[in-house]
C-alpha cells in the first residue's frame, strides 16, 4: 500500500468515526423528540440507508488498494474540498434544526417547519451534502466504480427517504407552504 493509500484510509476512518457521532446526536435528539410528543415515521428504509453508507466505508477504501487507483491530484484535490464542503452544509443543517435534527423521519405534532440557515434555499439540504458525499468520497482516491454503484444506490433510497420525509412534514403541519416554492435539491435563481 501506497502512502496516500494510507492517508485515504485514515481519511475513510475519520469520516466513520464523525458518523457514529452523529448517531450519537442523533439518539439523543430522537430521545427530545419522543418527550415532546414525537413520533418516528417511515422507518423501513433507515437499515437499508445505515447499510448503505456503511458499506460506502468499506468499499471505498478496499477498491483504492484492492485495485491499485491511484491519488490523481487533479481529481483528488478537488473531491477532498468537495468532502469538506458537504461536512460544513451537514453541520450548517445540524446547527440549524438542533434538536430536531436527527438520522430518522420524525414528526413533532403541530411544530412548524425549520424554514432559517440552508432551508431558506432548499427543502433538503442535507441529502445535497449526502449526494456529493458518495460520489466524491471515493473520488477522493480513484475509487471510480464505488462512486457511481453506491451514487446510484444512494439516489434509489434518497427517492424514497424525500417521499417518507416529504408526507410525515406535510402530516405535521405547515410544511407545503412553507416549501412548496423551494427547490428540493439544487438552488435556483428564484429561491
Do not use: Q
Not at 68 to 97: E, Q, S
Not at 98 to 107: E, H, L, Q
Not at 163 to 182: C, H, N, P, T
Request: glycine share 4%.
Amino acid at each position: 500500500m501506497s502512502t496516500s493509500h494510507w492517508i485515504f484510509c485514515a481519511l475513510v476512518a475519520a469520516v466513520a468515526v464523525e458518523r457514529l457521532f452523529e448517531m450519537r446526536v442523533a439518539k439523543r435528539h430522537a430521545a427530545r423528540l419522543v418527550a415532546r410528543g414525537g413520533y418516528p415515521v417511515g422507518d423501513s428504509h433507515f437499515p437499508w440507508m445505515v447499510a448503505l453508507h456503511t458499506a460506502l466505508l468499506i468499499a471505498a477504501p478496499l477498491e483504492a488498494v484492492v485495485l491499485d487507483r491511484p491519488f490523481t491530484p487533479w481529481l483528488g484535490w478537488p473531491m477532498v474540498v468537495a468532502v469538506a464542503l458537504t461536512m460544513a452544509l451537514r453541520y450548517w443543517v445540524i446547527a440549524t434544526l438542533g434538536d430536531r435534527w436527527t438520522t430518522r423521519v420524525f414528526v413533532v405534532p403541530d411544530e412548524k417547519p425549520v424554514t432559517g440557515g440552508p432551508y431558506r434555499f432548499l427543502r433538503h439540504p442535507n441529502y445535497l451534502a449526502v449526494i456529493v458525499e458518495v460520489a466524491a468520497l471515493p473520488l477522493v482516491h480513484g475509487a471510480w466504480l464505488v462512486a457511481l454503484v453506491f451514487s446510484a444506490l444512494n439516489a434509489w433510497l434518497l427517492t424514497v427517504r424525500i417521499r417518507v420525509e416529504e408526507e410525515a412534514l406535510e402530516r405535521a403541519g405547515a410544511y407545503r407552504d412553507a416549501f412548496d416554492a423551494k427547490p428540493r435539491l439544487l438552488p435556483s435563481a428564484k429561491s
